[in-house]
């Protein structure tokens, strides 16, 4: 008996063997990767009411699939066209009892290469992928959307796109926007299938065609549910600024809070200079009239019109609608600007009201000649009659008030408090008084 045994279990093996190499050869036929096709077009076509075209179905289908020259068409218009689209998975993984039960899903490896997306946005508002899978308003509907998603998730740790083209097409307002990404690496985990988002991006170069910025060297770890939003760690080089932070959002769904810290290094601005940027804060948004903000702004030693550039915001406030600038400070090359006061900008937020601002400026050591070189650099036209090389030092201090609701309806006062210049051939100026702005008289 005892020998009977091995031999049962070498026949279930041989049997066993048999199946799966029946199995494999049966899924390298042309006949089942033509039945994978058909009905994979039939399913995705009936279930959306649009188009999906698939060229070939390759892969062992074991471990591996690929597809090539898919095609999904919205309305008889190009949506989406992949050249390929391969998943890598492991099926006795995907069989284990700890991911089965735990409701797993792990595909270990995804490609997507020369992916070209199309939005459309027509004339009457409406969107092109608004049109797949349009519901029925009936009670199955109904019930299917109570259901919530699929209690499932999605785990995929090798993730790869390359040559990924987005054209917004927008026939509303006739522009059209391209949007390509490449070189892109992550990992990704879907909880409940969209419910949750985490995803850890190694590496993405991004350019917005249309809007002339370049990203290069994307990487940060992200995550989205429906009630906070986070991006840790993010470092990225836009339009050659190194860029790097964190940001981070929570209660979503009812009074969202926010807390942000962000620095730019080296972002070229054209005709103007080099500006580094250090921004920190946190917040809360009730509604549009009321907003809570703590925000510190420092720029670090940058360049602009060849001079040298710092300042510092570090302790604008927002309440309600009010923002309050704190005691900011700004030294450059001719000289130095203390600025203090705020805004209301209810109007701005609210379709309410006006809006009004008032505002302390100092300028401390102006140095005049220098301020009149970047002048006339910048100048289509040289002044006349003005002595540009004066060596002079210039002091002011000025207050302005005003308010408007639409911008060009703007009035202001400025009330300058004293304003004063001293240089050894300029001699010695002191000038005070009061000047009233509006749309239709100045004085």
Request: glycine letters at 10%; zero cysteines; a negative charge.
């Amino acid at each position: 008996m005892r020998y009977k045994i091995p031999i049962i279990f070498g026949v279930l093996i041989g049997i066993l063997v048999l199946i799966l190499t029946g199995a494999y050869f049966l899924t390298q036929t042309e006949y089942f990767r033509g039945f994978v096709k058909r009905k994979t077009e039939e399913i995705v076509s009936s279930s959306t009411g649009q188009k999906l075209t698939i060229g070939s179905v390759e892969g062992t289908f074991f471990y591996s699939i690929r597809l090539k020259d898919v095609s999904f068409e919205v309305e008889g218009e190009g949506f989406v066209t992949v050249d390929e689209a391969e998943l890598v998975y492991s099926i006795p993984a995907m069989l284990n009892s700890t991911f089965l039960l735990g409701r797993n899903v792990l595909v270990d490896g995804i490609t997507l290469r020369g992916v070209d997306v199309r939005l459309i946005k027509y004339a009457d508002g409406t969107w092109n992928f608004g049109k797949i899978g349009e519901k029925k308003e009936n009670e199955g509907d109904k019930e299917k959307e109570s259901a919530g998603p699929p209690q499932w998730n999605i785990t995929a740790p090798d993730v790869e796109l390359d040559g990924i083209k987005l054209t917004l097409d927008d026939r509303e307002s006739g522009k059209v926007s391209e949007y390509l990404l490449n070189n892109t690496e992550l990992s990704v985990r879907l909880g409940n299938i969209y419910e949750k988002i985490e995803a850890n991006i190694k590496n993405a170069d991004f350019d917005a065609v249309s809007e002339g910025v370049t990203v290069r060297g994307l990487s940060t770890k992200a995550l989205y549910s429906p009630d906070a939003a986070e991006v840790e760690n993010l470092k990225v080089t836009v339009n050659g600024a190194e860029i790097n932070g964190n940001v981070k959002a929570e209660d979503l769904q009812e009074t969202p809070d926010f807390t942000l810290d962000i620095a730019a290094k080296g972002y070229e601005i054209e005709d103007v200079g080099t500006v580094s940027l250090e921004a920190k804060g946190k917040g809360g948004y009730a509604g549009p009239g009321d907003i809570r903000a703590d925000l510190s702004v420092v720029v670090p030693e940058s360049e602009m019109y060849g001079e040298k550039v710092s300042a510092r915001l570090d302790s604008i406030k927002m309440s309600g609608t009010r923002i309050d600038l704190g005691d900011g400070k700004i030294e450059t090359g001719p000289g130095q600007l203390e600025i203090s006061g705020g805004a209301d900008i209810k109007r701005i937020l609210t379709k309410e009201g006006s809006n009004s601002f008032n505002v302390n400026l100092k300028l401390k050591n102006v140095k005049t000649a220098e301020v009149f070189t970047i002048l006339e650099e910048k100048a289509d036209t040289k002044p006349e009659g003005i002595n540009t090389q004066l060596d002079a030092v210039l002091n002011s201090e000025i207050k302005a008030e005003g308010s408007w609701v639409e911008f060009g309806d703007l009035k202001a006062t400025a009330d300058i408090a004293s304003f004063g210049i001293k240089g050894p051939r300029a001699g010695e100026l002191s000038l005070t008084g009061k000047v009233d702005y509006s749309k239709t008289a100045l004085g």
